[in-house]
RNA sequence: GGCGGGGUGGGUGAGUGGUUAAUACCAGCAGACUGUAAAUCUGCCGCCGAGAGGCUUCGUAGGUUCGAAUCCUACCCCCGCCA
């Protein structure tokens, strides 16, 4: 029965979004004595931008710092320079000792909007690495075999179909391995993928006559293309320091089958709510879309605020639903009264600036006095400089398509003619206002 | 150290002297459709140019040739086998 109790008192903390802990009992028998556990914590600082796939651990340190524990934070300003051994880019530049440092203060103004800072000590890793000899090396490494090392899925996986391991990454493991020993971890947080290293760590500390750590693993949260893990180089992540609206949007664009994961690993909403909306989906009595825009609103509200996701989400209902023009939106400024020697006067093909071309009013317009126009802009130009196109080509390939519009209306030319106030459009989501400027 | 294989556009991967800005697939972008997403259909998918056309690209640097991703030389990198 006490057992029992144990697991429903921690049954948030060691059950929700949690795929396996080793070893749980004595993880329970941990969090039972009472004792301030030191909990792992790692951060590459070659890296410093968090995405909502390293949040799920992050929310679990959180719920394990709202129970007294103390977090260590390492910086591994050494591991940083092996390279995370993803197979990528093999080489990386060694950092400076200077960019180390403003990277890791731009990863940790992200860490504390989710960790509690005041329960965090930040440690370096080169507080012990930088007094590493070589005897040092050889008498880590020579505590593993490459035989122990390919066992590890994706030296494995590499090892087998040809493609190359450098003999440093080995030490990755190993480094980490003895942060845990120098710290003297309690529990080690880290995705599927870090599994290994983390047992490797519990090797480390048996061998120098510590208890090992307890290891605890989180789910790899599915980016927004909905199949690979979220991660920055695959372009398929949401960054914890995006705009509300970015956030939001990017939240309703992956697909419905993630929702569920997406609410489980980043937001507190209850079990017993998510286990309604499951059940709301498979029955088909409530829109997906619904239920996607509940957890955008408490994803952008847990990294912004409540007022923010209301707005985000007004914003979303506006641009990307009805297809309107969003309030604020980027502006490039032309004199009316001098078009060709004004403000971005290289744009103008022809000014002619008397009365208005067909077509060219946008709604309210007219009331009082014509609007000024010029008769010819370069429109790739204008997307150029607004960066809302990669080159010319893209631009007019895009006009060829009829992606583009001016005030709701597309365009063929890439010579057309705009007035103040006339919003360029392209695709569904960029647009550029034209201003005056006299 | 020896022998062999290989480095092609974001990815996988065809292409062994001209018809190749370079097959195909994936990813991406746009349009249609739509309940967000997806699915489906259509188009696009190096850069410059209104266009004709031009320019740059197949590891790097040279060379052969009227012409090279394709041949030659050197170099760099990766992989395998043998030692």
Same mark, same amino acid.
């Given at each position: 029965m006490g057992e029992t109790t144990v697991v429903d008192d921690y049954g948030r903390l060691l059950r929700r979004g949690v795929v396996e802990i080793i070893v749980e009992e004595e993880l329970i028998k941990l969090l039972e004595s009472g004792r301030k556990l030191r909990l792992k914590q790692g951060f590459d600082p070659s890296r410093p931008d968090i995405h909502l796939g390293h949040v799920v651990g992050l929310r679990k340190l959180r719920q394990f710092q709202e129970l007294g524990h103390q977090l260590i934070l390492i910086v591994g300003d050494w591991t940083a320079q092996i390279g995370d051994p993803s197979g990528e880019s093999a080489t990386r530049p060694m950092l400076s000792a200077e960019a180390v440092r403003a990277n890791a203060e731009t990863y940790m103004k992200q860490f504390f909007k989710v960790v509690d800072r005041e329960k965090t000590k930040v440690v370096w890793q080169s507080e012990w690495f930088g007094k590493f000899t070589l005897a040092d090396v050889i008498t880590l490494t020579s505590k593993f075999t490459v035989a122990q090392m390919l066992q590890r899925d994706d030296f494995?996986?590499? &090892?087998? #179909?040809?493609?190359?391991? =450098?003999?440093? /990454? %080995?030490?990755?493991?190993?480094?980490?391995? &003895?942060? #845990?020993?120098?710290?003297? =971890?309690?529990? /080690? %947080?880290?995705?599927?993928?870090?599994?290994?290293?983390?047992?490797?760590?519990?090797?480390?500390?048996?061998?120098?006559?510590?208890?090992?750590?307890?290891?605890?693993?989180?789910?790899?949260?599915?980016?927004?293309?909905?199949?690979?893990?979220?991660?920055?180089?695959?372009e398929n992540y949401i960054a914890v320091d995006e705009p509300p609206s970015e956030m939001y949007g990017k939240v309703m664009s992956i697909p419905d089958d993630l929702m569920m994961d997406y609410f489980e690993l980043l937001t507190d909403v209850d079990d017993d709510m998510l286990t309604d909306y499951r059940r709301m989906i498979s029955d088909g009595s409530k829109n997906p879309m619904e239920i996607k825009k509940r957890l955008a609103r408490e994803i952008v509200a847990e990294f912004h605020d409540e007022k923010a996701a209301v707005e985000a989400e007004a914003h979303f209902e506006r641009v990307v639903q009805k297809r309107e023009t969003p309030e604020e939106i980027a502006e490039i400024a032309f004199s009316f009264a001098s078009p060709t020697s004004g403000p971005n006067a290289k744009l103008v093909v022809f000014p002619f600036s008397v009365g208005w071309g067909p077509g060219y009013l946008g709604p309210g317009d007219s009331i009082s006095g014509l609007p000024r126009v010029i008769s010819r802009v370069d429109i790739p130009g204008i997307l150029l400089a607004k960066s809302l196109v990669k080159s010319r080509t893209e631009a007019k390939r895009l006009i060829a398509q009829g992606a583009v519009t001016i005030d709701s209306r597309a365009i063929h030319e890439s010579e057309e003619g705009v007035h103040e106030g006339s919003v360029i459009k392209v695709g569904k989501r960029r647009f550029v206002k034209i201003v005056h400027a006299d």
């Open positions: 494995a996986k590499r &090892y087998a #179909s040809g493609r190359p391991i =450098a003999i440093t /990454e %080995f030490l990755y493991p190993l480094l980490q391995a &003895y942060d #845990s020993v120098v710290i003297e =971890a309690d529990v /080690e %947080f880290g995705g599927t993928d870090q599994k290994f290293n983390c047992l490797v760590g519990r090797e480390l500390q048996q061998m120098v006559g510590q208890p090992p750590q307890q290891v605890f693993l989180m789910p790899l949260l599915v980016g927004t293309d909905g199949k690979q893990k979220m991660s920055k180089s695959l």
